[in-house]
Structure formats: C-alpha cells, structure tokens
C-alpha cells in the first residue's frame, strides 16, 4: 500500500487549499479513506473520513462545515478541500486508509505540511 499526499503549502488565515493523497498498491475501492493531522507538539488526530463509495463521509467537529472529503475512486486519489483556514489548523496531514471511515488508520501516507499564517 502507497499513499501519496500532495498539496500543502502556506496560506493567510481565511484561505484555502486542497490536498489531493493517490493510492497504489490495493483495491482502492475496497477501502474507505481519511485524512488526519498532526500539529507540532501534539498528538496525531483524526480530520476526515470517507467510505469505500464516497457516499458517507465524517468530520471531526473542529473542521466540520469548513473543510470537505472526496473521493475519485477512477484516479485512485482522495481529496481534503479545506476552507476558511484558520492558524489553529497548522500541521502536517496525513493520508490514511482502512475498514472503519470513521477512523480509518490501517495504512499511512508520508504528510503534507499546511501552515496557516494569521
């Protein structure tokens, strides 16, 4: 299994940005996909959720209403859309899959580095 994020960068607070993870090396199909974050100092959390279909999909309520999971299961590539950025959502995200969209943490990507400025 290969995750590969792509998309971080540096953006003003209110900004946006898309993170965009291609998967090899499995049915990417058969496994829902997430999006979880780690700021310096803290501990790894959950972000994003899709299922297998892109049909169901779950937030963590900080980001809820802000930022959007996809999923183009043709490309084998997931999608974090983040809106109204704010400082606090600084960190490196990582790409993940599993067999639970809501905590889907059997299979890690390398991260991709987000730092909002205010």
């Known amino acids: 299994v290969q995750l590969q994020a792509s998309g971080g960068g540096l953006v003003q607070a209110g900004g946006s940005l898309r993170l965009s993870c291609a998967a090899s090396?499995?049915?990417?199909?058969?496994?829902?996909m997430g999006w979880f974050r780690q700021a310096p100092g803290e501990e790894r959390e959950f972000v994003a959720g899709?299922?297998?279909?892109?049909?169901?999909?779950y937030y963590a309520d900080s980001v809820r209403g802000r930022f959007a999971i996809s999923r183009d299961n043709a490309k084998n590539t997931v999608y974090l859309q983040m809106n109204s950025l704010k400082p606090e959502d600084t960190a490196v995200y990582y790409c993940?899959?599993?067999?639970?969209?809501?905590?889907?943490?059997?299979?890690w990507g390398q991260g991709t580095l987000v730092t909002v400025s205010s």
């Open positions: 993940a899959a599993g067999t639970n969209f809501r905590l889907p943490r059997d299979y």
């Open positions: 090396g499995f049915t990417f199909s058969s496994l829902a």
């Open positions: 899709i299922n297998w279909s892109g049909g169901y999909t």
